[in-house]
Structures are given as structure tokens and as C-alpha cells.
């Protein structure tokens, strides 16, 4: 199965940018889909990004024209520009994979890392 382990969490000033790396190791057959979410405080998790192929992208509104998300499949990672930070954009990220292993769709998860946005 597949393991993901994340990277590029942190404190940073408003209006800075920071990015998260999502690295997968193990062994699967096909990825589907790799995803970013975070969940705030007192809030339902929310997807923030997702990749299918490399045209093939969404994003949240609240984030639209301030991150990116960006794939390597030579790496098995995917990555999280994320600029323009707002305090809003405080919360745990935890990317997220949708996998095919021997003709059985399973998910993985990373464990998740904190980013603060300071005013």
C-alpha cells in the first residue's frame, strides 16, 4: 500500500508564500488522484486542490489564483505553491491520494501539517 509523507508546514507573515511537498512511497498500480485539504479550527475539513493530470486541475474558491498544485510523477510527489497567505489560510493540510493497487481503489492520507499565517 501506499505511504505518504509530507513536508513544508510552518509559521509565516501574511502575504508570504510557502510550499507543501507529498511524497509516496510503497507500491500501488496507477494513481488517480492527489488532493490537498486542511481543516481550521472549529471547521469541517475542506478540499483545497486537486490534480488528476497535469491540465486537469481544481481548486477551491477561497483559493483560486493563489495556490497551485503540481504533480511529479518521476517523484512520486505532489506539491502546494501556496502564495498570497491570508490568516484564513491558518489550518492542518493533509494531502490525500486515490490509488489503484492490483484492481482495488484505496485511499491514503499524510498526516497532516500545521500552517499558521500571522497578521
Known amino acids: 500500500q501506499v505511504q505518504l509523507m509530507e513536508s513544508g508546514g510552518g509559521v509565516v507573515q501574511a502575504g508570504?508564500?510557502?510550499r507543501r511537498s507529498c511524497i509516496a512511497s510503497g507500491s500501488y498500480s496507477l494513481i488517480n488522484a492527489m488532493r490537498?485539504?486542511?481543516?481550521?479550527?472549529g471547521k469541517q475539513r475542506e478540499l483545497v486542490a486537486r490534480v488528476i493530470t497535469s491540465w486537469r486541475t481544481n481548486?477551491?474558491?477561497s483559493v483560486k489564483g493563489r495556490f497551485t498544485i503540481v504533480k511529479d510523477n518521476a517523484k512520486h510527489t505532489v506539491y502546494l505553491q501556496m502564495t498570497s497567505l491570508?490568516?484564513?489560510?491558518t489550518a492542518v493540510y493533509y494531502c490525500?491520494?486515490?490509488y489503484n493497487l492490483?484492481?482495488?481503489s484505496l485511499a491514503a492520507w499524510g498526516q497532516g501539517?500545521?500552517?499558521t499565517v500571522s497578521s
Open 16 to 18: 508570504e508564500s510557502l
Open 113 to 115: 501539517t500545521q500552517v
Open 96 to 98: 490525500n491520494f486515490d
Open 59 to 61: 481548486y477551491a474558491e
Open 102 to 104: 492490483l484492481g482495488t
Open 86 to 89: 491570508t490568516p484564513d489560510d
Open 36 to 41: 490537498w485539504h486542511r481543516q481550521a479550527p
